[in-house]
């Protein structure tokens, strides 16, 4: 299947030439996690909105170098789901031979010297032991330099290939709430009301970005702009009218932000959010700190509340 086949499979990131897609009914995120390659800008999770033990297409195109095995981290929040193992992916770019592309989270279906398409079928997608309780399945992606192809930094920085950011910007979201569409005991993935595209509008120095990532449990987060920036600025970011950050570094088209120290809450219960970039209907993933707690109901109306 060609990258374009029918439009399933859309370009969203790049670096150095290397192109990185991802299904049209998934999500992706360059910010959405606590590993040290999201807060600089070096890696992208995409998720094919597919189950654990399915499998996954390739987001890249290139031949496969070397496949490791790699233990995992103890979890005890789901160790009767979760995988005591995960994998390393080593393709080497056919877009840009002066590069290799780093993957992760995948039991190959491939082996070293398959040369494999984007969208071609690739592995099983993993519960792995280096995830939260509420991670969903996804592809982990960095682009490296093959001399040094496995350290948890040393990626090239990304470019975010989903452009015209603000094609909704009629659209204002003076509060969290919609209804709830999907429920499972660790989460609620929550439409809001108002017509959005690709992801939820928040404001940071007086413009309008797409938040992207989990607050406040990770301490951090990205806005993904629509221009380019040029210096350094520094201020805040508001959800809703409410500030949940302060602008830490600047990358080329995103803001890394410093999480605030807010509580959200959902009948008056703590909970943790999530945000990602969609390339559908954008939806609010509401982490549920205790199975069952706040009680929630599927197609219930809800609002979330932000405070100090």
Same mark, same amino acid.
């Not at 997608?125 to 330099?145: A, K, M």
């Not at 659209?171 to 499972?184: A, D, F, P, T, Y």
């Not at 449990?217 to 409410?242: D, M, R, W």
């Not at 909970?271 to 609010?284: I, M, N, T």
């Given at each position: 299947?060609?990258a ?5 499979i ?11 897609y991802? @299904?049209?009914? /998934? ?5 959405n996690s606590?590993? @040290?390659?999201h ?10 909105n ?32 979760r ?5 390393? %992916? ?15 989270? $995948? ?18 997608l993993?519960? !792995? ?6 991670t969903?399945p996804?592809?982990h ?8 192809? *496995? ?26 709430? /919609?209804?709830i ?22 404001? =940071? ?7 992207d990532?989990?607050? @406040? ?12 920036n040029?210096?350094?600025q520094?201020?805040? =970011?508001?959800l809703c ?5 302060? *602008?830490e ?6 803001y ?15 909970v ?11 939806? =609010?993933? %509401?982490?549920l700190?205790?199975p069952g707690? @706040?009680? $929630?109901?599927?197609?219930?109306? %809800?609002?979330?509340?932000i405070? !100090?």
């Amino acid at each position: 299947m060609s990258a374009n086949e029918n439009g399933r499979i859309i370009k969203v990131a790049s670096s150095e030439g290397v192109s990185i897609y991802c @299904p049209r009914e /998934g999500k992706f995120s360059l910010f959405n996690s606590p590993y @040290p390659a999201h807060k600089a800008y070096t890696a992208i999770d995409i998720y094919p909105n597919r189950d654990f033990g399915l499998t996954a297409l390739s987001p890249v195109l290139g031949e496969i170098k070397e496949i490791r095995e790699v233990a995992c981290p103890e979890k005890n929040s789901f160790k009767s789901t979760r995988t005591t193992y995960d994998y390393v %992916i080593l393709m080497h770019s056919l877009e840009n031979p002066k590069y290799w592309v780093k993957i992760l989270h $995948l039991e190959p279906l491939v082996k070293v010297g398959d040369i494999v398409r984007v969208g071609e079928e690739m592995g099983i997608l993993l519960r !792995s032991g280096f995830f939260d309780y509420w991670t969903d399945p996804h592809i982990h992606i960095e682009v490296r330099n093959p001399s040094d192809p *496995i350290r948890a930094r040393g990626g090239l920085k990304l470019k975010r290939e989903i452009v015209n950011l603000n094609e909704d910007n009629n659209v204002r979201v003076e509060e969290l709430r /919609g209804v709830i569409v999907e429920l499972k005991p660790e989460y609620a993935l929550m439409l809001l009301d108002g017509d959005l595209k690709y992801g939820i509008p928040v404001e =940071v120095c007086g413009k309008r970005g797409l938040i992207d990532g989990g607050v @406040p449990h990770y301490g951090f987060f990205g806005v993904h702009i629509e221009h380019e920036n040029k210096t350094l600025q520094s201020g805040p =970011v508001k959800l809703c009218g409410a500030e949940i950050g302060i *602008i830490e570094h600047t990358y080329s088209d995103a803001y890394l932000i410093r999480c605030l120290n807010q509580t959200f809450k959902v009948k008056n219960a703590p909970v943790k959010l999530s945000f990602y970039l969609y390339l559908s209907k954008p939806l =609010v993933k %509401i982490i549920l700190e205790k199975p069952g707690k @706040p009680k $929630l109901e599927k197609f219930e109306e %809800i609002s979330v509340t932000i405070s !100090s």
